[in-house]
Structure formats: structure tokens, C-alpha cells
């Protein structure tokens, strides 16, 4: 894990791999649980008997977006800020899912820094995101995401 003091400390950083998570696997209890709330109830993710029948390798699928939201608690492994306030999700310039990930799949993120910019009492954030598939070289997932990051005390 990255240890810095402030947020501007990530400038630094910019152009540079930041690190890589541990793996994670992907239950079928986890993409039930997303499937319920986001609604998104597409066979190819909760029928796991049909899933055996119709699709290549015979395993459920989790939602491209299940991956995506992972990306949030697993940054958390790779970088921390000591002395900052708030940090806040900005949005996405682009996101590829690339690669299926099938139920019982280990994926882990690495994520390096695009962009840094000065903004009134906090920086604006913009990271490469690739998730991948533990055994496979090409990513299951590819962002652009753009956090901001308080100074302490905002």
C-alpha cells in the first residue's frame, strides 16, 4: 500500500502505477445480492442451472457493473491519505468490460494515476482502473475514473 500524508502528495504520483489489490473471488451469494438490488436479473447471472446448459464454461456471469462497483472499497487497499477530509466519487470518462467474469473467478484491480488537478481545497483525481482475472494476462475490465479528495478539515 501507497502511504501519503495530504492529497497533494499524489501529484507525484501522476503517470505511475499506484499498486494492485489482492484477489477477490466472485461468489454467487455477491452477484445474487447485486442482481436483487440493482434488478438486473438477466439469467446469465442468477440461473446457475441454465448457466450450466447455455453458456461457454457452464458458470453464471457477474454484471459488468458488480465489477465495477467493486473498484471502490478495493482502491482503498492500494492508496491511503493520512491527514485528508472527504473524498468523493466524481464519475467515469470511459469504462470497457472486456472480458466475462464467471462465478468462482479470483479478480484484483491495479490502478494507476492519469491526472492531478488543483482544484479550491481539493484535487481532482483521475485514475486508470484495470481489473483482472487471476490466470488471464488481458483485463476483464477497464475504467477511467475521476475522484476528488478534501484537505482535512473540508
Known amino acids: 500500500m501507497l502511504i ?66 467493486l473498484m471502490s472499497g478495493m482502491g482503498g487497499e492500494i492508496v491511503q491519505v493520512r491527514e485528508r477530509g472527504r473524498g468523493v466519487n466524481y464519475g467515469s470518462n470511459k469504462v470497457r468490460f472486456t472480458s466475462p467474469v464467471q462465478v468462482g473467478a479470483r479478480i484484483r484491480l491495479e490502478r494507476s494515476l492519469v491526472a492531478f488537478e488543483r482544484m479550491d481545497g481539493c484535487v481532482r483525481l483521475t485514475y486508470g482502473n484495470h481489473m483482472y482475472r487471476e490466470g488471464q494476462e488481458r483485463p476483464v475490465m477497464v475504467a477511467e475514473t475521476l475522484n476528488l479528495m478534501y484537505e482535512k478539515g473540508k
Open 4 to 69: 501519503l500524508d495530504t492529497p497533494y502528495d499524489l501529484e507525484a504520483h501522476v503517470g505511475k502505477v499506484l499498486g494492485r489489490t489482492d484477489w477477490v473471488e466472485i461468489t454467487q451469494p455477491m452477484i445474487d445480492d447485486f442482481a436483487r438490488i440493482s434488478g438486473d436479473n438477466n439469467w446469465i447471472h442468477v440461473d446457475v442451472a441454465r448457466a450450466a446448459r447455455e453458456l461457454p464454461g457452464g458458470k453464471t456471469i457477474a454484471h459488468g457493473l458488480l465489477t465495477l462497483s
